[in-house]
């Protein structure tokens, strides 16, 4: 089983910037992926950022160029730095996790709110 707790999120103008995080409870070197997905309300779960075995990160085009996410496997630790946000941006964000290819893990979320 693997714990992943997320952190970070919050109310944020537009324009404005935020970094999640999301550490887990075992390490993340092992981990086939790494990443974030958000919901909005009203809307589905929907694909922000991986990064894959370690070393290919994908973003999806709606916030590309605008989120970055990095991992630090020394903190088990994976971020989310999102710059240029816009009230689409609102949404609670899920930390996920895939082990062995089988194994899939969520965080609780993180509510980011975009307003002014």
């Known amino acids: 089983q693997v714990q992943l707790v997320e952190s970070g999120g919050g109310l944020v103008q537009p324009g404005g910037s935020l970094r999640l995080s999301c550490e887990a409870s075992r390490s993340i070197f092992s981990a086939d992926v790494m990443g974030w997905y958000r919901q909005a309300p009203g809307k589905e779960r929907e694909f922000v950022a991986a990064i894959i075995r370690g070393a290919t990160s994908k973003t999806a085009d709606s916030v590309q160029g605008r989120f970055t996410i990095t991992r630090d496997n020394a903190k088990n630790t994976i971020y989310l730095r999102m710059n240029s946000l816009t009230s689409d941006d609102t949404a609670v964000y899920y930390c996920?996790?895939?082990?062995?290819?089988?194994?899939?893990?969520w965080g609780q979320g993180t509510q980011v709110t975009v307003s002014s």
């Open positions: 996920y996790a895939k082990y062995y290819n089988t194994h899939e893990y």
